[in-house]
């Protein structure tokens, strides 16, 4: 079992930055992959981006957030964070962390945390 704790949300002004962290407790479970989806009400759930663990650098993003967020990783502390640059009120969800263990075929979920974003 794998369980992540998020941190880091908040309300704050449109070009502010926000930075999220997620917190792996993970046993003896290899973590290939961790990243973010968003939630808002209007939507369905986005893909915001992930980071590959065993090589730290590999990064993605999609396009909405290309160039403002950034997404890293203290491997040791088995922690991913986003940095969140320039924030716009079309960027206010609940942000979900996500872990994919090697050899697993469904995510690991955080209980979300809220960013809003007002202009």
């Known amino acids: 079992q794998v369980r992540l704790v998020e941190s880091g949300g908040g309300l704050v002004q449109a070009g502010d930055s926000l930075r999220l962290s997620c917190k792996a407790s993970?046993?003896?479970?290899?973590?290939?992959?961790m990243g973010w989806y968003r939630q808002s009400p209007e939507k369905q759930r986005e893909f915001v981006g992930s980071?590959?663990?065993?090589?730290?650098?590999?990064?993605n993003y999609s396009d909405s957030v290309k160039g403002r967020f950034a997404i890293s990783l203290n491997k040791a502390a088995d922690t991913v964070y986003l940095q969140m640059n320039s924030l716009q009120s079309e960027d206010t969800a609940v942000y979900y962390c996500?872990?994919?263990?090697?050899?697993?075929?469904?995510?690991?979920w955080g209980q979300g945390t809220q960013v809003t974003v007002s202009s």
């Open positions: 996500y872990a994919r263990t090697r050899g697993g075929t469904e995510n690991y």
């Open positions: 993970r046993g003896r479970f290899v973590i290939n992959r």
């Open positions: 980071i590959t663990i065993p090589h730290i650098g590999l990064a």
